[in-house]
């Protein structure tokens, strides 16, 4: 989870204008460092996805990943709740999800976090 991971707004131009210097980067023979990039053209897009109760599954897992019903218990929220926020986090990237063996009860679903931390960066207007 050492990869760096920016959350913010931008336009098509803006995602190609990053392909762009970041080839030359490799052109040019320089160190290009692992990040992701998750971009917004809508800020309200954005918005939804930080909400109160989103970043605190994501410092949840960051501290201790767990099951669907073990993050809700710890939060005190409802599991569909909590089920439909991981899916919303998972869809970004912010969240992994592994299917593992559940002894005994099939399978279960381990949410981690996908980075240790992420920078947010916005721009209105």
């Known amino acids: 989870m050492t990869m760096k991971l920016t959350i913010m707004t931008g336009t098509d131009k803006d995602f190609f204008e990053r392909g762009k210097a970041f080839a030359r980067k490799l052109d040019r023979g320089e160190r290009v460092e692992p990040e992701c990039i998750i971009?917004?053209?809508?800020?309200?897009?954005?918005?939804?996805?930080?909400?109160?109760?989103?970043?605190?599954?994501?410092?949840?897992?960051?501290?201790?990943?767990?099951?669907?019903?073990?993050?809700?218990r710890r939060l005190h929220r409802d599991r569909s709740a909590v089920t439909r926020d991981i899916n919303k986090?998972?869809?970004?990237?912010?969240?992994?999800?592994?299917?593992?063996?559940?002894?005994?009860?099939?399978?279960?679903?381990?949410?981690?976090?996908?980075?240790?931390?992420?920078q947010l960066m916005a721009q209105v207007g």
């Not at 897009?45 to 201790?64: D, H, P, W």
């Not at 970004?92 to 949410?111: D, N, Q, T, Y």
Request: glycine share 6%; hydrophobic share 45%.
């Open 39 to 72: 971009s917004f053209e809508d800020p309200q897009e954005l918005l939804e996805l930080i909400t109160t109760a989103k970043m605190n599954i994501f410092k949840a897992v960051k501290s201790e990943p767990g099951s669907i019903a073990e993050i809700a």
């Open 89 to 118: 986090l998972a869809d970004a990237g912010l969240v992994s999800v592994e299917v593992k063996p559940f002894r005994g009860h099939g399978r279960m679903k381990v949410i981690s976090a996908a980075a240790d931390t992420f």
